[in-house]
T-cell receptor
Framework: NAGVTQTPKFRVLKTGQSMTLLCAQDMNHEYMYWYRQDPGMGLRLIHYSVGEGTTAKGEVPDGYNVSRLKKQNFLLGLESAAPSQTSVYFC?????????????????FGDGTRLSIL | GEDVEQSLFLSVREGDSSVINCTYTDSSSTYLYWYKQEPGAGLQLLTYIFSNMDMKQDQRLTVLLNKKDKHLSLRIADTQTGDSAIYFCAEAYTGGFKTIFGAGTRLFVKA
């Protein structure tokens, strides 16, 4: 059982380049999330999804887009990378309907993608 | 709005107890979590407490919740060097899908 898998683990981009971060979960979770982690700022929510085909903006959505075409995958796109987007990106998922309500089902995290933009 | 605050650093000697503190603002939260992040890894759930409980113990971990003061603490007994990590406090509400994380407390354990 792999849990939450993020690819790639590391990437260096030049300003203006685009790329897509991939997140896959095998726990049949309904909810998926993208966060960025910056020193001293904890985790900030970029976008999230409460089900296949749905997405919503989080706390810091500007400069990012997401898609959830399949329940198990949540993609984060940077259309034109900027140095301010240098960060560690974490994907998380939660809530299996088989287990019960969402109230006591915590988020499960991937190992992160370290992204540097020059 | 919703906010979770933690001190950024804590240093203890091996074998001592560590106490990591957290304050939160949302009175409607349902579950409060502690996550651990080791270098180069994602966050792993350590323990959690439901907001109608005062205390939860799980082996070396004790979680205390003071609802009146909106204060949460994590006590690690007999702290080991392997406990060195960043610890995040988080509160979940709005039906469970929204979680707010603190900035994380970096625990240093001196041998």
């Amino acid at each position: 059982n792999a849990g939450v898998t993020q690819t790639p683990k590391f990437r260096v981009l030049k300003t203006g380049q685009s790329m897509t971060l991939l997140c896959a979960q095998d726990m049949n979770h309904e909810y998926m999330y993208w966060y960025r982690q910056d020193p001293g700022m904890g985790l900030r929510l970029i976008h999230y999804s409460v089900g296949e085909g749905t997405t919503a903006k989080g706390e810091v959505p500007d400069g990012y887009n997401v898609s959830r075409l399949k329940k198990q995958n949540f993609l984060l796109g940077l259309e034109s990378a900027a140095p301010s987007q240098t960060s560690v990106y974490f994907c998380a998922s939660s809530y299996s309907k088989v287990v019960g309500t969402a109230l006591n089902q915590p988020q499960h995290f991937g190992d992160g993608t370290r992204l540097s933009i020059l | 709005g919703e906010d979770v605050e933690q001190s950024l650093f804590l240093s203890v000697r091996e074998g001592d107890s560590s106490v990591i503190n957290c304050t939160y603002t949302d009175s409607s939260s349902t579950y409060l979590y502690w996550y651990k992040q080791e270098p180069g890894a994602g966050l792993q759930l350590l323990t959690y407490i439901f907001s109608n409980m005062d205390m939860k113990q799980d082996q070396r971990l004790t979680v205390l919740l003071n609802k009146k003061d909106k204060h949460l603490s994590l006590r690690i007994a007999d702290t080991q060097t392997g406990d060195s990590a960043i610890y995040f406090c988080a509160e979940a509400y709005t039906g469970g899908f929204k979680t707010i994380f603190g900035a994380g407390t970096r625990l240093f354990v001196k041998a």
